[in-house]
C-alpha cells in the first residue's frame, strides 16, 4: 500500500500522552494514529450501511406477521 505522509499539529500534552500510551503498546505513534483512523473510517462505513437498511426498511415497510391483512379497526384498538 503506498504511503503519504502528512504534518499534524498537536496540543504538547496530548503528543506527550499518545507518545507513552504508544510505548505502552509497543508501537509507534504513527501505528496508533493509523489504526485510530481506520477504526473511524470502519465506523462510519457501518454507519452508512445502517443508515441505508433503515431507510430502504421505511420505504418498503416491515413484515409484522400479519401477511398485509388488518382485521381491525381504528375503533376497536382504542375501546375503553
Known amino acids: 500500500m503506498e504511503k503519504t505522509n502528512i504534518t499534524l499539529a498537536l496540543p ?3 503528543m506527550q ?3 507513552m500510551l504508544a510505548v ?4 509507534s505513534v504513527s501505528r496508533l494514529m493509523v ?4 477504526e473511524l473510517v470502519q465506523q462510519e ?3 452508512e450501511h ?3 437498511r433503515q ?3 421505511m420505504e418498503t ?3 409484522m406477521g400479519t401477511q398485509e391483512k388488518r382485521t381491525w379497526t381504528r375503533e376497536e384498538l382504542h375501546e375503553r
Do not use: N
Not at 24 to 27: A, E, F, G
Not at 35 to 38: I, Q, R
Open 35 to 38: 489504526d485510530a483512523l481506520e
Open 55 to 57: 431507510l430502504a426498511w
Open 61 to 63: 415497510g416491515f413484515p
Open 24 to 27: 505502552k503498546r509497543h508501537t
Open 12 to 14: 504538547k500534552e496530548l
Open 17 to 19: 500522552k499518545v507518545k
Open 45 to 47: 462505513r457501518a454507519y
Open 50 to 52: 445502517a443508515r441505508r
